[in-house]
């Protein structure tokens, strides 16, 4: 057990087969190694076992908190759902705000974790340090947001106020390979496919009650410097600025136009480098500039909520009325965000802004990852353009807005051909279709809103994700975009390499915390230290803390080596790299492509990984000391991968 400051040291661990629910306390060199939230949540997946079936009652489903989680910390509502990937085979972690972090945090725990699979579906209450399971046979079936409402009733709660539900939709019951989940506040732990596992389990909701009694530091004088630091650096953010930096005003999508300028958003499945690209040489009306943050701000924008302990404000909630098949729709939700809106949108070959908030708010209401979603109906476009998807019973036409709205709720159901085959994810798609070239995938997961011919330490990034491809394991736009620590040329590969690894260490302590990465925006190591240091009242240094990211990194990293991953799966989409497939960027990115194979030698080399798998040495060095090893030491040649 644990005894430092910030925690409850209490997990209830649920097993759904038997219906039986025990208790557990935090052991406390795993909270010393490995902190919380992501870290610990991928402790508990390992030892597990990697060979685990994603979807079988094996796998090991965790709800984790972090010490800061809760908090006066800023921006510390968030909470990680940790598991094997049924999308990637990885491990996956994701993560989502509002307050069912906080929340759950307050109940009186530091996690759930969640294994076997339930006779009939259920939810799980949470209240005052205990767990409880309910039918859910009355919900089946069922969107989210109806699914919240019900629920919210039928506990005797109020939203908003001392409740919060993370819920699946059909999605998730259904098997969708990215399926997510989704809390009162439309946040979702989207990526990974957490939704799928949660309805391989019969699991349908998780609620959660409870006060607003926060963790006290257990040295509050450090705790009170570090978080003072940290808010007047938000303060003065020309990001983070509340009311006046362009994440407050804009929200995520305050990156559509900036990405636009440089020639950094994917468009028409990654074959441009931007909308202007499309619209020149395809002669069409395509314009990012019409679902930018500016525009939505100006246009549909009518509040702005917050989630637990958050003084910046990115939440943009929206309203619209569309005409769909003759009839009204009507629409509100707080959700578009930049790379839902850059995939369900420019990457799919329009940008229609009010259809793209209805295909939003359908998507989580469904539960499916709106990442996931557009990109994977952006890749049967072009396959249905080049004759791929002949052998099913209808196509899909570029930016055709009305068939996609229809066709979310289809994937969800896996209601049709086309619609079952989707739901499989880009690597199930390429595989029956022979399509690898239209995949826009890192490890079968497709990329989000950053072209990596033009940045190209997303580029490093993505291939050397432990999820997938990912902008959230460092996010270099910061440094190649907004100059955040330092400005990084975007066009340069030497040196992204170093710069990456070094963001997703950073990255994974403040997930492991848990708290939203976009404090990275303006704090930085010291402020991490002090705040941890005061919460816990431990006295690490910013060198042992930053060494607790590599060995959470690394523990991924281990994991998915034993699954049978190694460099030749650190790879990107051919269109972006030399080769027979290549597609040069266009515009500001002219004739560009991405370097990978230089930036993960020097990457490698950073992270003293043999082609992609971790040596025994360096297991060692970090007190990684679970598991078998991987027999692979510094120089030699990395394991075979298993068949």
Not at 99 to 116: T, V, Y
Not at 262 to 282: F, I, Q, V
Not at 423 to 446: C, I, Y
């Amino acid at each position: 057990m644990t005894e430092f400051g910030g925690y409850h040291d209490r997990v209830a661990r649920v097993d759904l087969s038997s219906g039986d629910i025990a208790y557990e306390g935090i052991d406390d060199e795993d909270a010393r190694k490995y902190i919380g939230a992501r870290g610990l949540g991928v402790k508990y997946v390992f030892d597990q076992g990697p060979d685990v079936d994603p979807l079988g009652p094996d796998n090991l489903l965790t709800f984790m908190t972090g010490p800061l989680t809760g908090t006066q910390t800023v921006m510390s509502g968030r909470i990680a759902v940790v598991t094997k990937s049924p999308l990637t085979g990885t491990v996956t972690d994701s993560h989502h705000g509002g307050w069912s972090g906080a929340r759950l945090k307050w109940s009186g725990f530091d996690g759930l974790l969640f294994e076997g699979k339930a006779e009939h579906p259920v939810y799980a209450v949470v209240e005052d340090g205990e767990l409880t399971l309910h039918d859910a046979e009355h919900i089946w079936g069922r969107g989210v947001h109806d699914t919240i409402e019900e629920l919210e009733g039928e506990v005797d709660g109020s939203l908003g106020k001392n409740l919060s539900i993370m819920a699946i939709g059909p999605g998730g019951e259904n098997e969708v390979k990215f399926g997510c989940i989704v809390n009162e506040d439309d946040r979702a732990s989207g990526r990974g496919g957490t939704g799928a596992v949660m309805g391989s389990k019969n699991l349908k909701a998780i609620v959660v009650k409870s006060g607003t009694r926060m963790p006290k530091p257990a040295d509050a004088d450090t705790f009170k410097q570090g978080y003072q630091q940290a808010m007047q650096l938000i303060r003065e953010s020309e990001v983070t600025a509340p009311n006046e930096g362009g994440l407050s005003l804009y929200g995520t999508n305050v990156l559509m136009n900036a990405g636009e300028e440089l020639d950094g958003l994917p468009t028409k499945n990654g074959k441009y480098t931007s909308t202007a690209a499309m619209r020149d040489a395809e002669g069409v009306d395509i314009d990012s500039e019409r679902v930018s943050g500016e525009n939505v701000r100006e246009n549909i924008l009518v509040d702005e909520p917050t989630c637990h302990s958050c003084p910046v404000a990115c939440k943009k909630e929206v309203e619209v009325s569309v005409m769909h098949k003759g009839e009204e729709m009507n629409v509100r939700g707080e959700s578009y965000e930049y790379e839902s809106a850059y995939a369900l949108g420019p990457n799919s070959g329009h940008t229609e802004r009010d259809e793209i908030a209805v295909m939003i708010d359908r998507c989580n209401d469904m539960g499916v990852d709106t990442i996931e979603m557009g990109n994977m109906m952006a890749m049967a476009m072009e396959m249905s353009e080049q004759g791929k998807l002949d052998g099913l019973s209808e196509q899909l036409d570029w930016g055709d807005t009305e068939r996609m709205i229809d066709l979310i709720t289809e994937v969800a159901n896996r209601d049709g051909d086309l619609a079952d085959a989707l739901a499989e994810g880009a690597n199930g798609l390429a595989e029956r279709f022979d399509a690898h070239d239209n995949s826009l995938a890192v490890k079968g997961q497709t990329i989000p809103a950053y072209d990596p011919r033009c940045m190209k330490g997303m580029g490093i990034g993505y291939a050397t994700s432990n999820r997938g491809a990912c902008h959230l394991r460092g996010y270099t736009p910061s440094a190649e975009i907004l100059g955040i620590p330092e400005k990084h040329d975007p066009h340069e590969w030497r040196g992204k390499g170093e710069l990456v690894a070094l963001f997703q260490d950073m990255h994974a302590i403040s997930d492991s915390f848990d708290i939203c990465k976009f404090n990275a925006f303006a704090e930085g190591i010291e402020e991490y230290v002090l705040q941890y240091n005061g919460m816990t009242g431990r006295d690490v240094s910013e060198e042992e803390l930053l060494e607790t990211g590599d060995r959470i990194y690394t523990l991924e990293r281990y994991y998915n080596n034993l699954v049978g991953f190694d460099g030749a799966d650190d790879s990107l989409p051919g269109r972006f790299v030399e080769g027979d497939e290549a597609m040069p960027g266009q515009g500001a990115s002219e004739g560009q492509l991405c370097e990978l194979d230089e930036m993960k030698e020097e990457y490698y080399a950073r992270r003293q990984w043999v082609d992609g798998v971790v040596p025994d040495e360096r297991l060692d060095e970090l007190g990684i000391d679970i598991g078998p090893g991987t027999g692979v030491s510094r120089g030699d040649s990395p394991a075979p991968a298993d068949d």
